[in-house]
């Protein structure tokens, strides 16, 4: 029993929309300015805007809305006025009767031209017939934001026909078919889950990790992607989050808010930029944001989505493992919360003791939030992860925690589907900014346009930032081939080459990359998922899990061969060397994983799309940059035969520039000193219930 309620700019097709929606569905249609307004007035809509003008007119047209709304059945579909949603009562009280509203969002200029060809000269709200129309269109938009249920994203031009199946086909999925159970387990198609369930919880009951059910995942036609172009991070970020989270799960307008608060503290306002080396190549800055790595990108949306999902009277531990970066951005990013959260939620991070930077390593021991804890592990990420996922399994050790202090454990690494969200953004943000510059540089010969080709290499860890994506592509973004760019921990690309998956006798070597000195990628759990479905990966991983191997079949390997998804690696002489070319090419100055993206990239580089004649425009590169430089100055002034003082950097480096917050970090009071040991799980156990029960108070 649902009151869907159509809403957008006059000219959109409101009317039409809303009758052939109604009639595939059996439901009731109403116009509000045929059958509520005109009737009401015994007159035509533009003979009461003519006699009361636009502010009269819109105060009578919101109290006829109001008497109006008692008498709305279930099952309706309401095309309302364009100016509707300019005054709040009326749109209110269909709100509070659980009216659903679709918001067709077109092109202001297209607006224009169906108004044109309408003879319609004059709209509400438009001072006199001389002024602009458009930018009384314009100034409406944010009224419709304010709403919006579900957004028809559409392209330019687009036809009625066209639009209605778009409205259709979502309503129907969306909103009238819809099941707030669309989530899965990798190991086990046995049961559903929320998208709450999905991030409060982190880890699937059965170990295995969440993922949306196929078809779940949105798509984005080209002639969206091209509405997308113009856009900000922020605008593209609210339109794909939008479509990855029901409006049932967090609202639109609970998003734009999460969206600009959480990327209000990065350094650009751009806040993911490209620049372009002279070879060529395209770096995407992931590390603009207040701890200088990716992971503040999906770790800066993250929290806000829990504090928006978690119940009232929940509280959560989250227990996170890093190798190096997503332990300062949990830290950060759960800093960030009201102070009304610090009764709910709790951080505990644990890092390798000697596997980061002494840089990434202040960044976290020096945070000052009482409710953290950052504990140094004696051993390697692997352990520190390994670590977090035992505390998941054991049962008995969670229900100890929760019959005692009311807790429950959830992790804010990449295991968690909401991180994977955040990072699936800036792959298409990315695509879309390659294919604008192109645009933009039509000129020198080089012309771009949405549906041509995009490589990208990723500096690959825990598998989360490339299966994103991976996704991207999945959801429309024009991305050819991606390359996973692994340090000497290799195992990864031995096993894209071989299918098989082998860390029986490897012991972590520790390189100036320390984000990705991981042998067991979590992630990788979910891509082999989608090529290869639960059955095979509850066989797959339960081998990994007892045998610490496993082995693809033949067939197997060809589909993941097939896949378009590669990797490779480099050793540390050549990252060096790339540092240098870099450097005294561009005078810019990289990280140690983004010279192994780059170093990865030039070895394995794929100039032409497949089937594309030689003469052709050689398929764009983009690496990925993972991390500000100034995580890793000391490495970084030896490679470079500067003075080690971080002096120097201020002094020297100016592409980019230095990344303030982490230079400081260097400065200031350690907070956090616990180490423990890695292999000892009722050590840490004691440790996190002095710690929770200082927190907690049951």
Not at 301 to 319: E, K, N, S
Request: net charge negative.
């Amino acid at each position: 029993m649902v009151v869907i309620g159509i809403i957008g700019l006059p000219g959109c097709g409101k009317t039409s929309i809303g009758r052939r929606l109604a009639n595939h569905f059996g439901y009731k249609s109403v116009d509000v300015d045929d059958d509520i307004l005109e009737k009401s007035w015994n007159c035509s809509v533009a003979e009461k805007l003519s006699e009361l003008g636009g502010l009269g007119f819109l105060e009578k047209e919101n109290e006829t809305l109001i008497k109006a709304v008692q008498d709305i059945e279930d099952n309706t579909v309401l095309a309302l006025s364009g100016s509707n949603p300019l005054v709040d009562g009326g749109m209110m009280k269909l709100k509070e009767k659980g009216c659903v509203f679709v918001y067709i969002d077109i092109d202001v200029d297209d607006v224009v031209e169906r108004l044109q060809e309408m003879k319609v000269d004059r709209i509400v709200g438009q001072s006199d017939e001389k002024s602009h129309m458009r930018i009384t269109l314009m100034e409406r938009l944010p009224n419709y934001e304010k709403y919006v249920d579900l957004r028809i994203l559409c392209g330019r031009r687009v036809s009625l026909q066209d639009l209605t199946t778009m409205v259709v086909n979502d309503v129907e999925k969306l909103i009238v078919n819809s099941s707030i159970k669309r989530f899965t387990s990798t190991r086990s198609s046995d049961q559903l889950f929320s998208l709450s369930e999905v991030i409060l919880n982190g880890l699937a009951p059965n170990q295995g990790l969440f993922m949306p059910l196929r078809g779940e995942l949105p798509y984005f036609s080209k002639e969206q992607l091209k509405r997308m172009l113009p856009m900000t991070y922020k605008e593209r970020a609210k339109i794909i989050l939008e479509r990855l989270i029901l409006y049932n799960e967090i609202s639109p307008q609970e998003i734009s808010r999460i969206v600009e608060d959480a990327y209000s503290s990065f350094h650009k306002k751009e806040v993911v930029n490209l620049v372009e080396l002279q070879d060529g190549t395209i770096m995407s800055e992931l590390f603009h944001g207040p701890t200088g790595s990716f992971k503040d990108l999906p770790l800066q949306l993250l929290p806000c989505f829990i504090a928006t999902l978690m119940p009232p009277g929940h509280r959560h531990v989250f227990l996170v493992a890093t190798s190096g970066d997503t332990g300062s951005a949990v830290l950060e990013g759960f800093g960030r919360l009201k102070d009304t959260m610090s009764n709910k939620v709790a951080v505990v991070v644990f890092y390798p003791d000697k596997g980061i930077s002494d840089a990434q390593r202040r960044q976290m021991v020096t945070n000052s939030s009482k409710n953290a804890a950052v504990v140094a592990v004696d051993g390697s990420f692997d352990d520190c992860q390994k670590l977090v996922k035992t505390l998941f399994r054991l049962k008995d050790v969670g229900e100890m925690f929760y019959k005692e202090f009311g807790v429950t454990f959830n992790t804010a690494n990449s295991i968690n589907w909401g991180r994977i969200i955040g990072q699936v953004v800036y792959h298409i943000h990315t695509y879309l900014e390659v294919i604008g510059a192109g645009m933009e540089t039509a000129g020198s010969g080089t012309v771009r346009r949405i549906g041509d080709l995009v490589n990208v290499t990723v500096p690959s860890g825990n598998f989360g930032n490339i299966l994103s994506g991976y996704l991207a592509r999945t959801m429309g973004a024009g991305i050819n081939d991606l390359l996973a760019a692994h340090n000497e921990n290799n195992v990864l690309a031995e096993f894209f080459a071989t299918g098989i998956y082998d860390v029986t006798n490897r012991k972590l070597i520790a390189t100036s990359s320390p984000a990705i000195d991981i042998l067991v990628a979590s992630n990788l759990e979910r891509f082999l998922w989608l090529l290869f479905g639960s059955e095979r990966i509850t066989v797959l991983y339960g081998s990994l899990d007892k045998h610490r191997k496993f082995q693809l079949n033949p067939d197997e390997l060809v589909r993941l061969t097939n896949s378009q998804l590669a990797s490779d690696w480099s050793t540390e002489a050549v990252c060096n060397q790339e540092i240098l070319r870099v450097y005294h090419s561009d005078g810019y100055l990289i990280d140690p994983h983004t010279a192994v993206g780059l170093s990865v990239a030039r070895k394995r580089k794929v100039a032409m799309a497949p089937g594309v004649a030689a003469a052709t425009t050689p398929v764009p590169s983009v690496t990925m940059a993972t991390a500000h430089y100034s995580k890793f100055w000391p490495h970084l002034a030896n490679v470079l035969e500067m003075p080690v003082d971080v002096c120097t950097v201020s002094d020297t480096i100016t592409r980019p520039a230095p990344h303030r917050e982490i230079l400081n970090s260097l400065h200031e009071d350690i907070c956090h000193t616990t180490k423990l040991p890695s292999d000892d799980i009722q050590a840490v156990t004691s440790f996190l219930k002095m710690f929770v029960a200082n927190i907690f108070k049951k």
